[in-house]
C-alpha cells in the first residue's frame, strides 16, 4: 500500500515516489534521440525514455549517422531493474541507447521539472508522471558544427534522405524544432501498470462492466475501481465501489480484469481507477441500449427528454427564430460539432447563423430560418458565404 501523497510533498518527491511504485511493472523501453557530434561526446538536441507495462513487439534500432548529426531510436524489453537504471541516467542528463552510444545532457545550465500528473500536451484523463530535464541552448549547438543549414544537407545526403531536421524529428516520434523551443530537452514518462479500456466498458442491464488492461505481476488488491452518478434529481451521487469479477489473459503478454457492480437505472456514471490510493484513470460510461451520446445523457440532466430542445426545433412562430437557431446550435453540438454562433442575439451582424465544425477540420456554413427555405434570400446567402 502506497503512503498517502501529501500537500506538503515536493512534485519532485510525488514523482520519485510514483516511480517506485511503477518500475516493478515495467517490461519495456522506448528510447528515442537526436544529438550533434562535438569532439568529446554527442550533444543531446531532443531524446525520449519512455517505460511502459507489456503489449509491445521489440523493433530494431533505427539509426541515423552524418557527419555533424546522430539519431537513434529503439524499442526493447527490459527488467524492472533495467528499467531503473536507465532512467536514474536519463534524470542525471544522459540516455544510454545501446551499442555504446550515450547522448549528453550536460551543460551550463542543466534545468529539471517534474510532472507527476502528466506531461505537457498529453490530454488524455490517464496519469502518466513524466520528468523534462532541459539543457543549453539548441541553436548554440547546432551553431557550434556551422548551423542547421549546414546539419540538414547532411540530412539530404543520408540514404535515405531527410529533406530537414522536422523530418527525421517526426520520423522518431519526437517534437518538431518549433515544439522544443531554445533549449534542449529529454522527456522521461513512465506508464501506469493499469488503465480503464473505455471502448469495451459500458453500462449492461443496471451493472457497469468496466475492463481494465493491465500488468500481470499487479495484484487485483492493488486496484480500487468507483463509479460516480450524475443526474438532475439526485445530484452527484457517493461513489460506488465495483467488485473484481475475472482475469484473463492476453496474446500481448497483459491482463485483461474485469470489475462490475450495480449503479440501478443510472443510464451515465464517471469510472475512477487507483492503485494504492493514487488515482490513475478516470472515464465516463453509459448504457449505450438508452443514450446514443454521453453528449446526450449530459443534456437530459438539465433538460428531461430534450424536451425543451425538441419544442424550439419543431418551432414555426417568427418570434422565435432566435430560440430556433439556439436549438440547431445545441443540436449540432451533441452530435459532435463545433459550434460558432453568429447569429441573432450576437454582436455580428454581417455573418452566417452559425459555423459548423468538424474534428477533421470542414466548415459548414448554416443558415436558419423558421419559414420558407429561401425566405430573405437564405439559400442565396449560404452559397455566397461557403
Known amino acids: ?37 562535438l569532439s568529446d561526446r554527442v550533444q543531446l538536441l531532443c531524446g525520449r525514455l519512455h517505460l511502459y ?19 537513434a531510436s529503439r524499442l526493447v524489453p527490459c527488467t524492472p531493474e533495467a528499467a531503473s537504471k536507465v532512467s536514474d541516467e536519463a534524470l542525471g542528463g544522459q540516455l544510454a541507447v545501446g551499442d555504446g552510444l550515450v547522448f549528453d545532457l550536460r551543460g551550463a545550465h542543466v534545468a529539471k521539472q517534474p510532472y507527476p500528473i502528466r506531461p ?35 540530412l539530404r545526403g543520408h540514404n535515405p534522405p531527410y529533406y530537414g531536421l522536422d523530418q527525421l524529428l517526426a520520423a522518431l516520434g519526437l517534437p518538431t524544432m518549433a515544439a522544443i523551443g531554445d533549449l534542449a530537452r529529454l522527456d522521461v514518462s513512465i ?18 462492466e468496466v475492463r481494465l488492461q493491465a500488468s500481470p505481476r499487479l495484484a487485483t488488491t492493488d486496484i480500487s475501481v468507483r463509479t460516480r452518478s450524475f443526474s438532475s434529481a439526485r445530484g452527484i451521487g457517493e461513489a460506488r465501489a465495483l467488485e473484481f469479477v475475472s482475469r484473463e489473459p492476453l496474446d500481448t503478454g497483459e491482463h485483461t480484469l474485469v470489475y462490475a457492480g450495480d449503479v440501478g437505472d443510472e ?43 425538441d419544442r424550439y426545433l419543431l418551432s414555426t412562430r ?41 474534428a477533421a477540420g470542414n466548415v459548414c456554413v448554416v443558415e436558419c430560418t423558421v419559414g420558407h427555405p429561401d425566405n430573405k434570400d437564405k439559400v442565396a446567402k449560404v452559397i455566397q458565404r461557403a
Open 1 to 37: 500500500m502506497a503512503a498517502p501523497q501529501s500537500a506538503d510533498q515536493s512534485p519532485v518527491d510525488r514523482f520519485q515516489q510514483m516511480r517506485s511504485l511503477w518500475l516493478p511493472y515495467i517490461e519495456w523501453i522506448s528510447i528515442a534521440a537526436v544529438g550533434v557530434k
Open 53 to 71: 507495462r507489456g503489449g509491445a513487439k521489440p523493433e530494431p534500432t533505427n539509426s541515423v549517422e552524418t557527419e555533424h548529426l546522430v539519431a
Open 120 to 154: 505537457p500536451g498529453f490530454t488524455a484523463d490517464v496519469r502518466v508522471p513524466s520528468y523534462r530535464v532541459m539543457g543549453d541552448s539548441v541553436h548554440s549547438t547546432l551553431y557550434s558544427v556551422g548551423g542547421i543549414e549546414v546539419v540538414e544537407w547532411g
Open 191 to 208: 506508464a501506469p501498470p493499469v488503465i480503464i479500456q473505455g471502448e469495451q466498458s459500458a453500462i449492461r442491464a443496471g451493472r457497469a
Open 267 to 309: 443510464t451515465l456514471v464517471q469510472v475512477f481507477l487507483a492503485i494504492s490510493d493514487l488515482a490513475v484513470n478516470q472515464y465516463w460510461i453509459n448504457d449505450a441500449t438508452r443514450r446514443l451520446h454521453e453528449h446526450i445523457a449530459i443534456a437530459e440532466v438539465f433538460d428531461e427528454s430534450l424536451a425543451t430542445l
Open 318 to 358: 417568427g418570434d422565435q427564430s432566435e430560440l430556433f437557431e439556439w436549438a440547431i446550435a445545441t443540436l449540432a453540438t451533441l452530435l459532435g460539432y463545433r459550434i460558432l454562433w453568429l447569429g441573432k442575439g450576437t454582436p455580428i451582424t454581417d455573418g452566417p447563423d452559425l459555423l459548423a465544425m468538424t
